[in-house]
């Protein structure tokens, strides 16, 4: 059982930066591959970033990728998301999520477990 929550999200200018976290409960948090994705109103759940257990492989987005970089620490069973250039579009609440598998498309992951979400309001 792994339980997850999120923390940092908040409100912030157009091209301001946040940084997310993501904390994990558990001994096996370095099994498991760990994803965020974002809900905007009104919008289906979009994946934007995932890392590998042992950090060696990421994969964004293109919508973000070269904006937010996702990181990891495994000895404290966290994992980030640092956002920078933010856009209105942004706004949404963000989630993490975890799973056991990386399949070649992101979107097919499966994740077992998910956090309660951390809402983030880009204001213009």
């Known amino acids: 059982q792994v339980q997850l929550v999120e923390s940092g999200g908040g409100v912030v200018q157009a091209g301001g930066s946040l940084r997310l976290s993501c904390a994990a409960s558990?001994?096996?948090?370095?099994?498991?591959?760990m994803g965020w994705f974002r809900q905007g109103p009104g919008k289906e759940r979009e994946f934007l970033a995932r890392?590998?257990?042992?950090?060696?492989?990421?994969h964004y987005a293109d919508s973000v990728k070269g904006r937010f970089t996702m990181s990891r620490d495994n000895a404290k069973n966290t994992v980030y998301l640092q956002m920078n250039s933010l856009k209105s579009e942004d706004t949404a609440v963000y989630y993490c999520?975890?799973?056991?598998?990386?399949?070649?498309?992101?979107?097919?992951?499966?994740?077992?477990?998910w956090g309660q979400g951390t809402q983030v309001t880009v204001s213009s």
């Open positions: 999520a975890a799973g056991q598998n990386w399949r070649a498309d992101p979107n097919k992951d499966v994740y077992g477990y």
């Open positions: 890392m590998s257990g042992s950090g060696t492989m990421t």
């Open positions: 558990g001994r096996t948090f370095s099994s498991f591959t």
